[in-house]
T-cell receptor, first 113, second 114 residues
């Protein structure tokens, strides 16, 4: 049981490049989400999904795209990277519903130059 | 949107002593949950403790306990007998009523002095 697995751990991009951050969970969680962590700002929700085929925007969705074709996977796509997207990204999952804690991946540190 | 405020960017504590990290929140819900997460230098996000708002009793997990003041919308984390491994960033979090969005505070960086 690996939990939530994120790849890569580190990534450097040039402005305008695209990439996909991968996230997979093996806990049969319906709910999956992406957060970004910036100094002095805590974690902010980018996108989330309550099940396969269902996604919705969070607090800071601009510049990011997601899809959920399976229960296990929830990739985050940066279509045209910008320096403002330099951050640490976390994927998190849960069974869904209020009161249940999030299970986090180990994060991806992304630098856009 | 809900707001979560952590007013202490940095705290320090002597090893074996007790420290309290503050958190205040704002929600219009009558029934809700609150969480504390720990983020050590490894960057991993680790659940420390959870509190259910309708429960009068403060949650406790070993050396970690909360002081939950519902009327004041305050949710402090007390760490007793502090250990070097407690050094980390601590985040307070409040989920939306559906649980689909967690609102995090800006974090408190805790240093444990040997």
């Amino acid at each position: 049981n690996a939990g939530v697995t994120q790849t890569p751990k580190f990534q450097v991009l040039k402005t305008g490049q695209s990439m996909t951050l991968q996230c997979a969970q093996d806990m049969n969680h319906e709910y999956m989400s992406w957060y970004r962590q910036d100094p002095g700002m805590g974690l902010r929700l980018i996108h989330y999904s309550v099940g396969a085929g269902i996604t919705d925007q969070g607090e800071v969705p601009n510049g990011y795209n997601v899809s959920r074709s399976t229960t296990e996977d929830f990739p985050l796509r940066l279509l045209s990277a910008a320096p403002s997207q330099t951050s640490v990204y976390f994927c998190a999952s849960s069974y869904g519903g209020q009161g249940l804690p999030l299970h986090f991946g180990n994060g991806t540190r992304l630098t856009v130059t | 949107a809900q707001t979560v405020t952590q007013s202490q960017p940095e705290m320090s504590v002597q090893e074996a002593e007790t420290v309290t990290l503050s958190c205040t929140y704002d929600t219009s819900e009558s029934d809700y949950y609150l969480f504390w997460y720990k983020q050590p230098p490894s960057r991993q996000m680790i659940l420390v403790i959870r509190q259910e708002a309708y429960k009068q009793q403060n949650a406790t997990e070993n050396r970690f306990s909360v002081n939950f003041q519902k009327a004041a919308k305050s949710f402090s984390l007390k760490i007793s007998d502090s250990q070097l491994g407690d050094a980390a960033m601590y985040f307070c979090a409040s989920p939306s009523n559906t649980g689909n969005q967690f609102y995090f505070g800006t974090g408190t960086s805790l240093t444990v002095i040997p």
